[in-house]
């Protein structure tokens, strides 16, 4: 059973369309959940951090949402570029019986921006 | 400041022998995560290192893999007597302490592992 799950796997947008990548897990007692981009044979870049006690972040073009009650995370990309083609996954960090809980990456969503 | 460091990036072993990946992390963080990479899945947790202490190894097989974030020098992950079932891209990430309130993860470049 898969604890962290992403919707869509794949998505083909124009470029300047504007995305919703979801990110949807079991346990909502969460600690953070994390949102990464990673290029084909790269490291993960980190883009957004959002904290239990918050509900959203948003750096430039991106803003992630946490919606604990529902156990979802959205990741909304504005105006999309080619440049944002990658595969984008999520994290979440679940409080366990101790201060630090279980880290649990989904599968990602493969982004394909098209110019 | 440089970023999470990971050495080597390639890594090629013969069945049986020992690999041992490194990973500096950034200026200032006492924390450091591994994770693996299968070929065609996703990214699993391994371990979950302070200095001198491992404070969560719930991901690491119980066999062969061990792991040390020693209170001088990088964090090690070794595996022992490695299989093809061991070829991965392995990845290591560090964040800054309890003290600074955050555990904002960031990532090296991986080490590619391929057991021959």
């Known amino acids: 059973k898969q604890e962290v799950t992403q919707i869509p796997a794949a998505l083909s947008v124009p470029e300047g369309e504007n995305l919703v990548l979801n990110c949807s897990f079991t346990?909502?007692?969460?600690?953070?959940l994390q949102w990464f981009r990673q290029d084909p044979g790269k490291g993960l870049t980190s883009l957004l951090l959002?904290?239990?006690?918050?509900r959203e972040q948003t750096s430039g073009r991106l803003n992630a949402s946490l919606d604990k009650s529902s156990g979802r995370s959205t990741l909304y990309i504005a105006a999309s570029q080619p440049g944002d083609s990658a595969t984008y996954l999520c994290l979440r960090w679940a409080r366990g019986g101790t201060s630090y809980g279980k880290l649990t990456f989904g599968q990602g969503t493969i982004l394909t921006v098209h110019p | 400041n440089a970023g999470v460091m990971q050495n080597p990036r390639h890594l090629v072993r013969r069945r049986g022998q020992e690999a041992r990946l490194r990973c500096s992390p950034m200026?200032?963080?006492?924390?450091v995560y591994w994770y693996r990479q299968l070929p065609e899945e996703g990214l699993k947790f391994m371990v979950y290192?302070?200095?001198?202490?491992?404070?969560?190894e719930s991901g690491m097989p119980k066999e062969r893999f061990s792991a040390e974030f020693p209170k001088e020098g990088p964090s090690i992950l070794r595996i022992q007597q490695v299989v093809r079932g061991d070829s991965a891209a392995y990845f290591c990430a560090s964040s800054p302490g309890l003290s600074t309130g955050s555990h904002e993860q960031y990532f090296g470049p991986g080490t590619r592992l391929t057991v021959t």
């Open positions: 346990d909502s007692a969460i600690y953070n």
């Open positions: 290192l302070q200095k001198e202490n491992i404070i969560d």
């Open positions: 200026k200032g963080h006492s924390h």
């Open positions: 959002i904290q239990s006690s918050q």
